[in-house]
């Protein structure tokens, strides 16, 4: 496996140093937090947060947290949501204007509020629709375009993944669950493993990919082209270089509190410090995990300042060890 992930990864006329992903993961995946895997080794490209076309092209300023890139940020796929073909190009050619790297459709979200929209995972739904969005924003784009699908668990995942393919994309992402299902059902790689064999773009496969084994697992049973990571990324900015290669990266405490307050910072510079502390009380159990009991999350949830977090983490350095 280790050569193989570590092998370059083709996606249109892009070629990528990996064959590992950071997916998007809402409210966080945004420049500070992807900025911080190029302290590593980093993977092939990480995906911004999901976006309204709509927003992209009448809301979201160039420095907004949903669109700024950072200058050091090496391969970047911007993804957009939306229902109707020519907003969805029009963001996509603005975003590419903007230094995306590739362009990635929203096919996937389960939440009830996109899905009402017809967007999301709704999608899958409706095909010749989402066969005419591909269409568009393919004539519309000179990068790499991408899909990202989940699993209907049934025959119309083939015939869904053949016509994205036949529309234009070049490469297909499949998370390995219903919309339907909760986190708590294991991803299906093996309805993965029959739609990468139904098309022949590269298929990346996403969902339940958190270590080693489970990585080892997914190329076993998928046989994908690429593998997507999403949530286990969040707070160990160390994870792609562990799995490229292949062996534990140690990190001390004292390095991880450097690391959440670059990312902190990094939050306060592209917003305020009061978003930055208010998004620090969810960051905080992703970065330090069971190292935290009861007592001092309560008291960390009490904090009103930067300096105030970066005071009470290296008071605590003892509990955290």
């Given at each position: 496996?280790?050569?193989?992930?570590?092998?370059?990864?083709?996606?249109?006329?892009?070629?990528?140093?990996?064959?590992?992903?950071?997916?998007?993961?809402?409210?966080?995946?945004?420049?500070?937090?992807?900025?911080?895997?190029?302290?590593?080794?980093?993977?092939?490209?990480?995906?911004?947060?999901?976006?309204?076309?709509?927003?992209?092209?009448?809301?979201?300023?160039?420095?907004?947290?949903?669109?700024?890139?950072?200058?050091?940020?090496q391969f970047l796929a911007y993804q957009i949501a939306g229902t109707e073909p020519s907003v969805l190009a029009k963001a996509a050619l603005k975003l590419q204007g903007n230094g995306a790297d590739i362009i990635d459709i929203n096919c996937g979200c389960p939440k009830p509020k996109i899905r009402k929209k017809g967007a999301g995972s709704a999608l899958l739904e409706a095909p010749d629709q989402l066969m005419r969005i591909i269409k568009e924003v393919r004539a519309a784009i000179t990068i790499p375009l991408t899909i990202k699908i989940r699993i209907q668990g049934n025959e119309q995942d083939l015939v869904v993944a053949k016509k994205i393919e036949e529309a234009g994309a070049d490469a297909l992402i499949v998370h390995g669950r219903r919309w339907i299902d909760d986190y708590n059902k294991a991803s299906d790689w093996s309805q993965i493993a029959q739609i990468k064999q139904s098309v022949t773009i590269p298929v990346i496969a996403n969902g339940d990919i958190h270590d080693l084994a489970s990585l080892q697992q997914a190329v076993d049973v998928s046989g994908c082209d690429a593998y997507m990571i999403s949530r286990a990324g969040?707070?160990?900015?160390?994870?792609?270089?562990?799995?490229?290669?292949?062996?534990?990266?140690?990190?001390?405490?004292?390095?991880?509190?450097?690391?959440?307050?670059?990312?902190?910072?990094?939050?306060?510079?592209?917003?305020?410090?009061?978003?930055?502390?208010?998004?620090?009380?969810?960051?905080?159990?992703?970065?330090?995990?069971?190292?935290?009991?009861?007592?001092?999350?309560?008291?960390?949830?009490?904090?009103?300042?930067?300096?105030?977090?970066?005071?009470?983490?290296?008071?605590?350095?003892?509990?955290?060890?």
């Open positions: 496996m280790h050569a193989f992930i570590n092998s370059s990864l083709q996606i249109g006329s892009l070629i990528l140093p990996n064959r590992l992903i950071q997916g998007p993961l809402a409210g966080y995946s945004c420049a500070p937090f992807r900025t911080l895997f190029n302290h590593y080794a980093p993977p092939a490209y990480s995906v911004s947060e999901m976006c309204s076309a709509n927003d992209v092209l009448y809301k979201h300023a160039a420095n907004s947290r949903y669109i700024y890139r950072a200058p050091q940020e969040s707070g160990k900015p160390w994870l792609y270089q562990q799995l490229l290669e292949q062996q534990g990266v140690a990190v001390s405490v004292v390095e991880k509190i450097k690391l959440f307050m670059t990312h902190l910072e990094g939050l306060a510079a592209l917003e305020d410090e009061y978003k930055a502390v208010l998004q620090s009380k969810s960051l905080v159990r992703y970065y330090f995990g069971k190292q935290l009991n009861e007592s001092i999350l309560q008291r960390f949830y009490q904090l009103d300042s930067l300096q105030e977090v970066h005071s009470f983490l290296h008071c605590s350095i003892d509990s955290l060890n």
